[in-house]
């Protein structure tokens, strides 16, 4: 059974999946303090949160049995994704889920600002009728700047044409084709400060992002704007807003998220220029349906079938991308396995090649496979593809990839090599269209052999009658042979063989091996 904990408001529709699966057993304790959910997380093998609940390093390293933490939604700020990623924790995210939600809200606020409406409902509830205090301006012909160009953004600006607005859009991913896609400007955040009428940003909070509207951007602002932020607290400096308010800079802002949640800059609160919601974005019935309902399925698909799509610690990819990829991640693991048992030592330096149709794919997640094998040699089963790479620098390995535009004679080549001081070994593979993994290079010599659980390697002298000698060894004590091949650098010189065995052999019998004239070292490889 695999034990999920949810500790925010989650839309229980959406967590259907779950809730159903007879494998999963969902514990729902809302509002939970930090305290105890440092105390009960190693109950559970994922946690589902929202934007409240803080998962710091103290939660992660109590976390002894999670593999999954869940953001449903998009910002992962409130994880410690480095401190997951070190435990090899899977973070995942539901992108997308809620761009409409939160472009919907940001629209809501362009107009609230521009317009007072929340200053206005609240004197006429209270009975005041006061048509003169509340005029505001139109977004016709008017400016928006938009800082942040990805999903959120990139809708904000198709809604915001519709209303007549000249957008200008900031991102350093933006290029002039999307943005005339767009039918919107590429700007710079310089022009957006200068030119715009209304300013909104989407970005993620970052340290690149951090104060990005700080005191220095708001004296170059044109006088009068208007600000939005449905984006993340800690974008806009509060101080210097409330200053530029103040001094009628800033006409006046809406902000859907603060540096501190809740809000306790006492400049802002009550701040009748300022519209304030309290973290609303995503709050719609359909987007909370639409995160719960990504985060479960993927969850499961995690737990139960060790597939993942989404994680943010890992890199991105499509499900036939993925699917295409699977036997390279299995040849991969295996490469690493036997490499690292060939070496006989930790290593000092690895390096990795990609050859043929392999150099034109995204091979992170093959190299990742690659490093896994390796390290699991010694490390055991707490490495895994989120933090092999980690673990490597960790051990103070560099680890080089190249992509290699040389012809080695097969559609696709990968080769693992590992130093450790003077010694290196080397195994280069393939996969053979309809015929599968292939280990097709051993150190220097070439050969043919399907990755099997027991390999033997043999090395020895090229002469006659050895390959029978070790055939009828292995007979003698039982041991079936699936396949063997033999290679060798030049007649009556250095030659190796690699046989598939069904079962593994012991000390003993690679002792009586070694024991063969001209046979030099006889080594049981192991590979999961
Ligand atoms: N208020 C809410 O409830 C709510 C809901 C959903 C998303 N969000 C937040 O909205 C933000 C945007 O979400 P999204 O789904 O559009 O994300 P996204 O990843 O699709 O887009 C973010 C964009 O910001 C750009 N960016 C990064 N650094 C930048 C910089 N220094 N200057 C300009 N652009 C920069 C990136 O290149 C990217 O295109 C995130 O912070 C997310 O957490 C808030
Ligand atoms: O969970 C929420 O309501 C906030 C979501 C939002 O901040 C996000 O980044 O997805």
């Known amino acids: 059974m695999f034990k999920v904990l949810i500790t925010d408001r989650i839309s229980d529709s959406g967590l259907r999946a779950l809730y159903e699966h007879p494998l999963f057993t969902v514990d729902k304790q809302i509002g939970l303090s930090h305290l105890d959910l440092v105390s009960i997380i190693k109950?559970?093998?994922a946690l589902i949160v929202r934007s409240q609940t803080e998962v710091t390093g103290e939660v992660i390293q109590q976390a002894s049995r999670l593999q999954v933490i869940a953001r449903a939604g998009v910002g992962v700020d409130n994880i410690d994704v480095k401190a997951a990623t070190r435990k090899g924790i899977i973070v995942i995210n539901a992108p997308g889920a809620n761009t409409i939600a939160a472009t919907e809200h940001t629209l809501a606020m362009l107009l609230a600002v521009a317009r007072?409406?929340?200053?206005?409902h609240r004197i006429t509830t209270e009975g005041e009728w006061n048509r003169g205090a509340f005029q505001g301006v139109e977004l016709y012909r008017k400016t928006l700047g938009i800082i942040g160009m990805g999903k959120i953004g990139t809708e904000v600006a198709k809604r915001a044409k519709s209303f007549g607005m000249e957008v200008l859009g900031f991102d350093p991913y933006f290029t002039e084709e999307r943005a005339a896609k767009l039918g919107i400007k590429k700007a710079t955040l310089d022009e957006i400060a200068v030119f715009s009428d209304f300013i909104t940003l989407h970005t993620p909070l970052t340290n690149a992002t951090e104060n990005l509207i700080d005191e220095a951007f708001l004296q170059k602002v044109k006088p009068g704007v208007r600000l939005i932020n449905c984006a993340r607290g800690g974008i806009i400096d509060e101080d210097a807003l409330v200053a530029a308010v103040g001094e009628g800079r800033v006409a006046g802002a809406a902000l859907d998220v603060f540096q501190t949640e809740p809000p306790t800059n006492q400049g802002l609160l009550g701040n009748p220029r300022i519209v304030m919601t309290p973290h609303l974005g995503a709050s719609t019935v359909e987007a909370q349906e639409k995160v719960a309902e990504e985060v479960s399925t993927e969850i499961i698909e995690i737990l139960e079938k060790k597939v993942i799509?989404?994680?943010v610690n890992m890199p991105q990819m499509t499900n036939e991308a993925l699917q295409n990829l699977q036997p390279y991640l299995r040849l991969g693991e295996q490469i690493g396995q036997l490499v690292i048992q060939l070496l006989n030592d930790a290593p000092d330096k690895v390096e990795i090649d990609y050859y043929g149709d392999l150099i034109k794919e995204d091979t992170d997640l093959i190299s990742r496979s690659m490093i896994k094998g390796l390290l699991t040699h010694h490390l055991g089963d707490s490495v895994n593809l989120?933090?092999?790479?980690h673990l490597l620098n960790e051990q103070g390995v560099?680890?080089?990839?190249?992509?290699?535009?040389?012809n080695k004679g097969f559609a696709n080549y990968l080769e693992m090599t590992v130093h450790h001081g003077e010694e290196s070994a080397c195994i280069g593979a393939t996969v053979l269209n309809g015929y599968g993994e292939r280990i097709v290079?051993?150190?220097?010599y070439r050969i043919d052999v399907k990755p099997e659980r027991h390999l033997l390697f043999i090395n020895h002298h090229d002469m006659p009658g050895i390959i029978g000698k070790v055939g009828a060894?292995?007979?003698?004590?039982q041991i079936n042979i699936g396949t063997m091949q033999v290679g060798r650098t030049d007649i009556g010189g250095n030659a190796i063989m690699v046989l598939t065995l069904d079962k593994p052999i012991y000390g003993n019998v690679l002792k009586e091996l070694t024991a063969i004239e001209g046979l030099?070292?006889?080594?049981?490889?192991e590979a999961k």
């Open 520 to 525: 030099r070292e006889a080594q049981l490889l």
């Open 386 to 389: 989120i933090n092999a790479l």
């Open 441 to 444: 290079k051993i150190n220097q």
């Open 398 to 406: 560099p680890h080089t990839v190249r992509k290699n535009t040389k």
């Open 309 to 311: 799509r989404h994680a």
């Open 116 to 120: 007072n409406l929340p200053q206005a």
């Open 43 to 45: 109950h559970y093998d």
């Open 473 to 477: 060894l292995l007979g003698d004590q």
